[in-house]
């Protein structure tokens, strides 16, 4: 079983950046697959960025790339997201979710992941 407790949401101007964190317990870590989803009002929730808590790359979706940067903090036991240059369209509650040996075909598949945090919201707005 897995528990996942975000935080860090809030209010941002466009252009500006906001650091998500997600606080992970889990019993065991291996072959655990964490990443981060979103909703927005009156769309379906959608992938963001994943990675493989032991390691083994990342994965983003193309809106994503070269603004969101997915981390975690094995000490810490944290995932991050950090997200700059964010854009009006990025308004939404954001998920983090835990999956377990998800291949890199299913890894941004929401159906995938057994766990769920209770999602932060993140507004962009001027």
């Known amino acids: 079983q897995v528990q996942l407790v975000e935080s860090g949401g809030g209010l941002v101007q466009p252009g500006g950046s906001l650091r998500l964190s997600c606080a992970v317990s889990?019993?065991?870590?291996?072959?655990?697959?964490v990443g981060w989803f979103r909703q927005a009002p009156g769309k379906e929730r959608e992938f963001v960025a994943a990675t493989r808590w032991s390691g083994g790359g990342t994965f983003y979706a193309d809106p994503m790339k070269g603004r969101f940067t997915i981390s975690r903090d094995r000490v810490k036991s944290t995932l991050y997201l950090q997200m700059n240059s964010l854009e009006l369209e990025d308004t939404a509650v954001y998920y983090c979710a835990a999956g377990s040996r998800l291949i890199a075909g299913r890894i941004s598949l929401e159906a995938a992941y057994h766990s769920w945090g209770q999602g932060t919201q993140v507004t962009v707005s001027s």
């Open positions: 889990a019993r065991s870590f291996v072959d655990l697959a």
